[in-house]
């Protein structure tokens, strides 16, 4: 990828790594743990992003 990245880009790409994050405990918690895992967890290696 490109050292300059446009501004809408970089957005996008932010919104991406936001997303990959874990579900935090205090919401296992909070419903018996019936939230576990995050559907939206990608790995930065094996599935690339679709940012146009």
Excluded: F, Q
Aim: positive net charge; glycine residues 2%; aromatic residues 4%.
């Amino acid at each position: 990828m490109a050292a300059r990245k446009t501004s809408s880009r970089k957005i996008r790409l932010i919104k991406k790594t936001k997303e990959t994050s874990p579900v935090p405990a205090w919401v296992i918690a909070k419903t018996k743990r019936t939230v576990k895992t995050n559907p939206k967890r990608r790995n930065w290696r094996s599935t690339d992003v679709e940012v146009g």
